[in-house]
């Protein structure tokens, strides 16, 4: 690991004007090493601390954000909406009693999210902001082109934990559980810039698929910080499931990750359905055909099949990672009828 | 001192506690009297804590890590980023000159791999160095801090030449795949100590057909059924939570070498031949370890470079292997595919068994697949063929039973299909065609724990998840080492110490031989102070090969017995009595009816010396052993494992979990109960992570390794451990002063094959590739979808 300085920061003022690049620039290079004159921020630094022992990332500044009030807590909105701000650790996002209530498949994407002590001090907005944990991504060796080289090594080498959906030129995961169930929330982004810019975008627009950008997943811009996710306010029966299977139980990543909110009416009707696919694309991937099969429908173990193979219908599984299409049609299945009885 | 002549002595021996007979044994002069069943004892075979328990859950314990000497640098190696490719030149100066760096030397003859006979020419390109494989060691920093010793290595230049390569196991079997070696390698074959000379075709090295027997043709002519599966292993790393670690300190008086080792003696010797020195000057010193599994028998490259650094900057070095080196170039268990065919008569009685192996341990030899097939069950007929493949990998090394848990995974499977074609019940099979006594009483008492009677047929389990249940056996040799040693001193306060250059690798050696020492003495474990870890003491045992107990125990209690002779001695006049009539008991010596007496303290008291201390080799086990080759031995028993697990299969996900194991093991007497179960606790999570989860990863295109790191290389946790019961056999035959033999490796074999069994029991299809990942389960159930593959 490099010698890097260490700056603390405790407001959001001093924050936007201290950092000048975000962890994806600052991994980006044509000779393969990264820049050393970055400066970054540090939330939880769980990431950043891997990404940095490995050598592929060497700040030359580190802006802790552990002190700044004003990103922690969990508020609801008058209007009935959520407010998590970023430096809300994991741990404290699955506790809470307002989230455990309305919002189960949020809470159990965190829960299943690294290990118990990781949640401890990883938090939501690093967690979103993570980078993908692709082997050749995370290999010094590999210069691929997520960080400026030429080719994705997963297209022709060992593929059997990447994406089966979107892979345009990049065959990662997105790496956040956590944001496979906010997509199917339709949660939003907050974001501030410097001079105090503040701007909300939905989160589907907020991660970026290889075609708009192959060197990042996010529209996070350098000197911005993630501030808040912002949950909508549910309809009256609203109900969500998620569901995660890594190949091992413990602290492992996902090989598939599903989450479903469901708004029903007249009991097992379903007004409006949102599937959700993680560790199944570049980014959280919305299984619209799924959706459109389950709206206006009452759910059956038969409907769930039949959504389950709309979700699958458009993959495209590289050459070691097809078995992971029962995985995700069981998973998918499973957890849209877990929410339907959840009610 | 001896007490007496040789002389025969009469032994408890069986399965206690339901059927101990009495046998007469010769006994050499010297030894200890004989020890009478655990439930008889006070404290051996009694589940004594850890000594060095509450040093280690404090923190408190020294690891090698944690050796921190004046002046002490920090050592680094460079490492080859190329699969193959030769070293056209290397250049220092940079290094050299790099700030705080105090030596800089290349690596050219690294041991630990296969070696290739003398080249014929001595030309340039003889006598430049070639890298084998990513991780290769090239070149060793020495600096006075981490950070300058990491630095140096960057500006070290090399000019590789890269060469073609291969790292796929079927790829390197191909007569024009890029070779590994240039030149035929010497040394024998896949897990072979000696034998005949053995062919080589590029980087195929064999077949060799030794331990082949009968006529198998012939057995197979016999036979009503065979049963035939071609089975596939993967290669699995040690994964030791302590990391390798050395310091070593050159200095003109001699060397001595703080190292994470399971065997401080063979590194001392390896050591002293290395750089000229002789035994005298070489010390090697181990305090707290976490973990060998095979992985630190020698002295690796790391600690060589260490010594040679020392040597040449005229100060300690340090060197600690991070996570990437440990699991690129620590050693690891090889892959294997092993093709096997077995016949049987209607009855079970075997045939023949023909096992057709190759795998590759990289560019090391060594991946035979022991000797399951070869032994287990009673076949007169039984031919072998092995070979090593080299690839452009990482060498593999002894890990925790080499050879045979991957022959368990093949054999044992092939026995559970014959039972079920021939209808018998895979416990009744092996009550037909396993002649071992201890296993038969294994399968009894773990079916009974087990509830093996409520197994039902292959699949029978409704709905997505089933559960399912198998057994599986494994046999290992009852080993032990005879140049091991113990000393027990008594000191003028009534103090003991016991001396071994044995190490306690984590296994509690050092407790058992507190017990040991304290038994025969008549005081508490907590009496006894016990020193390990150093040459400077006594020979002590290797630990590996399960022998540590069965080689130190033995000596232990004869130099207690001995020296508390000498003391009997001392004390007997004052006592007014001989010798002969006294016995030290709770604290005591004293007459054997307790009439006279003084406490043990008050009898060392009246030491004339200071005090006064006995020595004790390890013995040939009484009868003899059944082989014996320098100081490897072993006895005329084995030692016999059965292993019961139940596993639930989501047959939609392909996610196995293991819910249940039983393991009934068998180590001759038990020494510690608490210890023995922590060790196949350990040996069953090993076999359940090796089952399941554990795959080392090369691209078969760059020849990286993807998952050096414990993050995508998957080992069991918390969460994947199943529900363990440990039923010990305690095995009594007579054989040494303590009947005690090793458990380490034995607890290892059984598991993933039982495992399978289950699978197959649970899901109706046979799984014959580990790891049995979802990707494996889901193609065996024929689940895998074949459309719009690209890529």
Redo the contacts between chains.
């Keep these: 690991m490099n010698s890097f300085e260490w700056v603390s920061v405790s407001s959001l003022a001093e924050a936007t004007s201290a950092a000048s690049d975000t962890v994806a620039n600052a991994m980006r290079s044509q000779s393969g090493q990264p820049k050393t004159e970055a400066i970054i921020l540090k939330a939880g630094g769980v990431d950043l601390l891997d990404l940095m022992k490995e050598g592929l990332l060497s700040p030359r500044r580190v802006i802790n954000l552990h002190s700044v009030a004003e990103l922690r807590g969990i508020v609801e909105e008058p209007n009935g909406s959520i407010r998590i701000g970023s430096m809300v650790t994991l741990a404290q996002l699955a506790e809470h009693p307002l989230l455990r209530a309305r919002y189960p498949a949020l809470v159990d994407a965190a829960n299943q999210s690294a290990s118990p002590q990781i949640r401890q001090v990883a938090t939501i907005g690093g967690n979103l902001l993570q980078r993908p944990h692709c082997w050749y991504f995370r290999s010094l060796d590999h210069h691929c082109v997520r960080k400026g080289g030429e080719a994705c090594f997963a297209f022709t080498g060992e593929n059997q934990y990447h994406a089966i959906f979107g892979h345009n030129g990049c065959a990662i995961v997105h790496p956040s559980t956590c944001a496979t169930a906010l997509v199917a929330f339709n949660a939003r982004i907050e974001l501030a810039g410097a001079q105090g810019r503040k701007r909300v975008v939905a989160i589907e627009d907020f991660f970026l698929s290889p075609d708009q950008d192959i060197e990042r997943e996010n529209d996070l811009k350098p000197g911005e910080i993630l501030t808040a996710v912002l949950l909508p306010a549910l309809k009256q029966d609203t109900r969500s499931a998620h569901m995660r299977q890594g190949e091992l139980e413990s602290f492992d990543w996902p090989l598939a990750d599903v989450a479903v909110v469901l708004e029903m009416r007249a009991g097992r009707v379903c007004e409006r359905a949102a599937v959700v696919l993680g560790a199944a694309a570049p980014v959280p991937y919305r299984a619209r055909e799924a959706e459109a099969f389950l709206a206006g429908k009452q759910i059956s173990d038969q409907g769930a099949r039949g959504a389950a193979r709309a979700a699958l219908a458009r993959a495209m599984p590289l050459g070691g990672n097809a078995y992971k299409l029962p995985i995700f049609d069981a998973l998918v299945r499973r957890c849209i009828l877990s929410a339907t009885n959840r009610g | 001192m001896a007490a007496g002549n040789e002389h025969d002595q009469r032994y408890a021996v069986g399965f206690d506690p339901s059927a101990l007979a009495e046998i007469e044994r010769r006994v050499p002069a010297g030894e200890a009297a004989p020890l009478a069943p655990n439930a008889k004892l006070t404290w051996i075979g009694k589940p004594v804590a850890r000594i060095d328990g509450r040093a280690k859950v404090t923190g408190a314990a020294q690891f090698t890590v944690d050796v921190k000497l004046p002046g002490m640098l920090y050592g680094r190696l460079l490492r080859s ?1 190329h699969p193959h490719a030769r070293v056209l030149a290397l250049d220092f100066s940079a290094a050299a000159r790099y700030p705080g760096v105090r030596a800089v030397l290349a690596l050219d003859e690294p041991v630990g791999r296969a070696v290739e006979a003398p080249a014929d020419s001595s030309g340039p390109e003889a006598a430049q160095r070639r890298v084998l494989y ?1 991780g290769d060691v090239v070149a060793g920093v020495a600096a006075i801090t981490p ?1 300058a010793a990491d630095a140096a290595l960057r500006v070290i230049k090399v000019d590789y030449q890269p060469l073609p390569f291969v790292v796929d196991l079927e790829a390197a079997r191909q007569s024009d795949a890029p070779a590994v070696f240039q030149r035929p390698v010497q040394a024998y074959a896949a897990g072979m100590q000696s034998g005949p000379p053995v062919p080589q075709q590029r980087n195929v090295r064999g077949p060799n057909h030794s331990g082949s027997r009968g006529n198998v043709e012939e057995g197979f002519a016999q036979a009503d059924v065979a049963i035939e599966g071609e089975f596939r292993t993967q290669v699995q790393t040690h994964c030791c939570l302590e990391a390798h670690a050395v310091v070593a300190d050159w200095r003109p008086e001699g060397l001595t070498v703080h190292l994470s080792t399971q065997y401080i003696a063979g590194v001392r010797s390896e050591l002293a031949q290395a750089f000229g020195l002789p035994l005298s000057r070489v010390r090697v010193v181990v305090g707290a370890m976490g973990g060998g599994f095979g992985s630190k028998l020698v002295a690796g490259n790391y600690v060589r470079a260490a010594v040679a650094l020392s040597r040449r900057a005229g100060a300690p070095v340090r060197i600690v292997l991070d996570r990437r080196e440990e699991q690129l170039d620590s050693g690891n268990r090889p892959a294997t595919v092993q093709k096997m065919r077995v016949g049987a008569k209607r009855d079970g009685a075997l045939c023949a068994i023909a096992l057709d192996t190759y795998g590759t341990a990289g560019v090391a030899l060594g991946a035979g697949v022991g000797f399951v097939a070869q032994g287990l069950y009673t076949c007169e007929n039984f031919s072998i063929a092995q070979s090593d493949v080299f690839i452009n990998a990482g060498p593999g090394c002894s890990m925790r039973a080499p050879g045979n848990v991957p022959g368990a995974f093949a054999l044992e499977q092939i026995i559970d299909e014959l039972a079920e074609t021939l209808g018998m019940d895979p416990l009744t099979l092996r009550d037909r065609i396993d002649p071992n006594p201890v296993r038969r009483e294994e399968r009894r008492r773990g079916a009974e724990r087990f509830g093996w009677s409520r197994r039902q047929p292959p699949g029978a389990d409704p709905g ?1 998840v089933k559960r399912g249940v198998g057994v599986a056996q494994s046999h290992w040799g009852a080993n032990v080492r005879t140049n091991s040693s113990c000393e027990v001193r008594i000191l003028r306060d009534g103090s003991v110490e016991i001396f071994s250059g044995t190490q306690d690798i984590g296994t509690g050696i050092g407790t058992v031989l507190a017990q040991v020492v304290a038994e025969e003495l008549g005081l508490r474990p907590a009496d006894i102070v016990v020193r390990i870890g150093d040459t400077d003491f006594p020979a002590g045992a290797v630990s590996g090969g399960s022998s540590a107990t069965a080689s130190l125990t033995p000596p232990a209690r004869n130099a207690a017995y001995r020296v508390l002779r000498e003391l009997f001695e001392i004390v007997a006049p004052a006592l007014g009595t001989s010798p002969e009539s006294l016995v030290a008991r709770d604290g005591r010596i004293a007459l054997a009816d307790n009439r006279r007496g003084m406490t043990f303290r008050e009898a060392a008291a009246q030491l004339r010396t200071e005090r006064i201390s006995a020595v004790a080799g390890r013995s040939d086990d009484y009868g003899g052993f059944a082989q014996k080759s320098g100081d490897r031995a072993s006895a005329q028993r084995m030692l016999g494992g059965v292993q019961f697990a139940q596993v639930a299969v ?1 047959v ?4 196995v ?1 293991v819910e249940r194991v039983v393991a009934a093991q068998d180590c001759g007497r038990p020494m510690n109960p608490r210890q023995i179960e922590s060790q196949v606790h350990g040996g069953i999570l090993m076999g359940l992570s090796y089952a ?2 554990e795959n080392r ?1 090369i ?4 020849g ?1 390794v ?2 050096a790191d414990l ?2 290389y ?1 080992i ?5 451990t199943p529900a363990i019961e440990v039923i010990i056999l305690e095995n009594y035959q007579g054989t040494s002063a303590t009947d005690a033999y090793g458990i380490a490796e034995p607890s290892n074999i059984a598991t993933a094959p039982a495992i399978a069994n289950a699978v197959y029991n649970a899901i109706g299809v046979r799984v014959r590739q580990l790891p049995m ?3 494996t389960i ?2 065996a159930l024929g ?4 459309r ?4």
């Design positions: 980023p990513v950070a997505s989501d939609e996900t392909g996610i979990r399941l989860y990863t691209d078969r295109h760059t990286h993807l998952n993050e995508h998957k069991a946790r918390s969460r994947e990942t979802p990707a889901l193609a689940r895998i979808p074949t719009s593959v690209r890529g």
